[in-house]
């Protein structure tokens, strides 16, 4: 009787294992990242924003992610933006035939910036709203989501990035997901920054090791603008 209870919870524990290897989550994957804030004056800009995200560090992709936009800056720590953004999700960690997801979204957004010190914060509170192809079927979602931002400098080049962005569905107004991140960040030259950070990325009933690698760069469009 013991030898049989001993051989049942080992198969379970391999099932369990191969549960979790099968959705990715003993990998450490990969999210490689391009933003840009380009400004028409001092009000407006325009955002931009590339993601490439795959299940393993540089191999197994997971999503594909484009955004643009504008923003409106009322004063110098209150903004508010409007994006659209496209995404080409491959839900499933092994290869498959089922086709990708695609999704259409709109984002609005309000952000709130201050300083204390040295220490930069951010806080932004948005809403998507997601038209979700699975090709299988269609459906629509909507959900709030709130980040807090702080950044810290360390020298001249070198400072340090943390945040923490909780995401709740409003159909139901259930938890959707949270993302705690954390990078250090290196300024290569004036407007343009380098950071290589870690996030874990946690649902319901799994969560991801991310690697992060992104470059942001901000350029000023008004100033040709003014030369003209």
């Known amino acids: 009787m013991k030898n049989y209870l001993l051989i049942s919870i080992i198969i379970l524990g391999i099932s369990f294992q191969g549960l979790s290897q099968n959705n990715g989550e003993t990998e450490l994957g990969s999210w490689y990242m391009y933003s840009g804030s380009h400004k028409l004056s001092n009000k407006w800009n325009l955002k931009s924003l590339m993601q490439v995200r ?66 930069a914060f951010l806080n932004r509170i948005g809403l998507d709203h997601r038209f979700i192809d699975n090709f299988y079927n269609y459906e629509t979602q909507h959900r709030i989501r709130y980040k807090l931002n702080v950044k810290h400098p360390i020298s001249k080049t070198l400072y340090v990035s943390v945040f923490d962005e909780v995401f709740y569905n409003l159909d139901q107004f259930q938890f959707q997901q949270n993302r705690l991140y954390g990078a250090l960040g290196i300024r290569i030259v004036e407007n343009y920054n380098f950071e290589l950070g870690y996030m874990k990325w946690s649902f ?16 000023d469009w008004s100033k040709k603008e003014a030369r003209s």
């Open 204 to 219: 319901k009933t799994r969560s991801y090791n991310r690697l992060q690698i992104g470059i942001s760069i901000r350029t």
């Open 54 to 119: 795959t299940y393993e560090t540089t191999s197994d992709f997971n999503i594909f992610f484009a955004m643009a936009g504008g923003s409106y800056r009322f004063n110098k720590n209150l903004s508010t933006s409007i994006n659209y953004g496209f995404a080409k999700w491959d839900r499933s960690f092994l290869e498959n035939d089922n086709p990708d997801t695609i999704e259409h979204r709109i984002n609005e957004s309000l952000g709130l910036s201050s300083r204390s010190g040295d220490f």
